[in-house]
């Protein structure tokens, strides 16, 4: 019988795909692989961008406070904000968990960990893994996504961004592409924070706290300190530099925070159809080995950053054994 190229870090769920980076940053370029992966379902577009999209719309149309109450900071709209943001948190994360780990309605189908999330009263601030991890989510990655987001309408309100707005009607094709680029450019500035974040100091200060969460759920997506809180969301300080659309911030800054719940989820892959088992791309893998084996996978697999500085392992027993000698 052949052997088994594979890791099985905890006896749950792993692909048996080599894990490898995405078409885009890629010598010589590849413009079919590219376009499939632009456009097939699933693939990068849709489902997920777009249902991110999709929220982002819904917010601005809907929930978003008058532009015309940006120019000063007054609590009447910043609440606005910020309960928006603490709704979709809740809604979000809540829907995975309960799915996932209430409900089991996939049993340990795709579950990459079959441990079941931390219980232990002791090990965990406020009794368990996701109490904590609920408690960080609403009471620091809330009022930091907030201030951001805040401050950044401000800016714009008051004309302090290098460029005006940017019409989809005058410049459409920038328009949608600007909606294409948020998460890779979400992607470069991870890679670099997250690296940063693992220099010994930094993580004894603060990133520990993400890593308590070996085996995750949805709730540890956003369970960080609030300095790393600081670090993760200053991605959106983009726009101070680069012409966009409110609507382009409000999008970037959701599926910065709401991405990370779906990505710590647990489970590979969202089963939609029992019968048929059909099931769409969920958490991140990459990512799982990343909680996991802590030295490896910093990024994401949109850019190749961790291949280019040798912290790539792409769930295979060679890649792991180069990485940690044994
Ligand atoms: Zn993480
Ligand atoms: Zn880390």
């Not at 609440?79 to 409900?103: D, E, K, M, Y």
């Not at 996701?130 to 009471?139: D, H, L, M």
């Not at 949608?176 to 890679?191: E, G, K």
């Not at 070996?214 to 300095?227: D, E, R």
Request: with cysteine; net charge positive.
């Amino acid at each position: 019988m052949k052997e088994d190229i594979f890791l099985d870090p905890r006896g749950g769920y792993h692909p048996r795909k080599i894990l490898d980076f995405d078409p885009i940053f890629v010598w010589p370029p590849k413009p079919k692989a590219f376009l499939a992966w632009l456009l097939k379902f699933p693939g990068y577009i849709w489902p997920w961008n777009l249902f991110y999209i999709g929220i982002a719309f819904i917010s601005y149309y809907f929930f978003q406070p008058a532009m015309s109450s940006w120019s000063t900071f007054n609590l009447d709209w910043i609440l606005i904000v910020f309960f928006r943001n603490v709704f979709l948190i809740i809604l979000l994360a809540s829907f995975w968990h309960t799915r996932f780990f209430i409900l089991r309605s996939q049993d340990d189908k795709f579950k990459y960990n079959l441990a079941p999330l931390g219980k232990e009263k002791k090990a965990w601030f406020l009794g368990s893994q996701t109490k904590e991890n609920i408690f960080w989510s609403v009471f620091s990655a809330a009022p930091i996504m907030t201030a951001y987001e805040v401050f950044v309408m401000w800016a714009f309100a008051n004309d302090y961004l290098l460029f005006p707005m940017l019409n989809w009607i005058e410049t459409p094709i920038l328009f949608c592409l600007i909606f294409l680029l948020i998460p890779v450019w979400q992607v470069f500035h991870f890679y670099v924070t997250h690296r940063i974040s693992h220099w010994k100091i930094f993580y004894k200060t603060f990133h520990f706290l993400h890593h308590r969460n070996v085996n995750t759920g949805p709730w540890s997506g956003l369970s960080m300190h609030p300095i790393e809180h600081v670090f993760y969301f200053s991605t959106l300080l983009i726009h101070f530099v680069v012409p966009t659309h409110p609507i382009h911030f409000i999008f970037h800054i959701q599926q910065t925070a709401l991405r990370a719940i779906q990505g710590h989820s647990g489970y590979d892959q969202l089963v939609v159809n029992k019968k048929s088992g059909y099931a769409l791309p969920n958490a991140s893998y990459f990512h799982y080995l990343h909680h996991k084996y802590f030295e490896c996978n910093y990024g994401e697999l949109t850019i190749p950053l961790d291949k280019w500085f040798g912290s790539f392992h792409n769930g295979t027993k060679d890649s792991h054994k180069k990485l940690f000698k044994n």
